[in-house]
């Protein structure tokens, strides 16, 4: 079971970025996938999630209507598009899957597994 999460990078503020995180292996089939991520000194946060079919999408207020959560179920690909980028959305980027099916949890402790994280780092 792995998660490879990728394109994180540098931007300034107002861009975009598409991150992209590939899932290989038994993650749960049809569970949920989501998108977390951890600035230095804070705790790991939900930003967007989606179950298997994207009948329940769910956003963090600080994200939504710039954030744009997606999948591609033969690819076992979930992507994170992020526009208008603001310097307080810098973080590592963490992708994590979960085996319900029926709901998108909002807590790290929601998820068996996990991508490495990748960096997004907004400058101003």
């Known amino acids: 079971v792995q998660l490879q999460a990728s394109g994180g990078g540098l931007v300034e503020a107002g861009g975009s970025l598409r991150l992209s995180c590939a899932a290989n292996?038994?993650?749960?089939?049809?569970?949920?996938m989501s998108w977390f991520r951890q600035a230095p000194g804070k705790e790991r946060e939900f930003v967007a999630g989606?179950?298997?079919?994207?009948?329940?999408?769910r956003y963090a207020d600080a994200v939504k209507g710039r954030f744009t959560v997606s999948r591609d179920n033969g690819q076992n690909t979930v992507y994170l598009q992020m526009n208008s980028l603001k310097p307080e959305d810098t973080a590592v980027y963490y992708c994590?899957?979960?085996?319900?099916?029926?709901?998108?949890?909002?807590?790290?402790?929601?998820?068996?597994?996990w991508g490495q994280g990748t960096q997004v780092t907004v400058s101003s």
């Open positions: 292996g038994r993650t749960g089939g049809r569970g949920a």
């Open positions: 989606l179950t298997w079919n994207g009948d329940i999408i």
């Open positions: 994590a899957a979960d085996s319900r099916i029926y709901s998108v949890g909002q807590r790290a402790s929601d998820y068996p597994y």
